[in-house]
């Protein structure tokens, strides 16, 4: 594949830091590019996701869906045709992992009934 055709991706990370950047073809996925994200993370962070479903792509302020492929999420900058595309990571734990947290944490609440009998 030609290297003019590869698409240069960096991500920048919740406290202004950067990973990459990297090169990918058109027709990668975001899925494809959150799974690297996962893996390149800085071992140094205290925020570090799971997996990909923890982590959220933006470009061009939309949340870029992970069966979209890269070519599809690009935003034609006019003459800028070998530019780096920055686009940002947001850290968002699984609800389902959050939910039964709670759960565990909560204080069991008794039963009362409140009403009155005159």
Known sequence: MPEEDLVELK????DGSDVGPFQY????TIGMVKERIVAEW???KKITPK???DIKLINAGKILEISKTVGQCRVPFGDLPNAVITMHVVVQQSLAKTKTEKKVDEVPRKQTCHCSIL
């Open 11 to 14: 991500f920048r990370l919740y």
């Open 25 to 28: 073809p058109p027709t990668s």
């Open 42 to 44: 800085p071992k140094d």
């Open 51 to 53: 997996s990909a479903n």
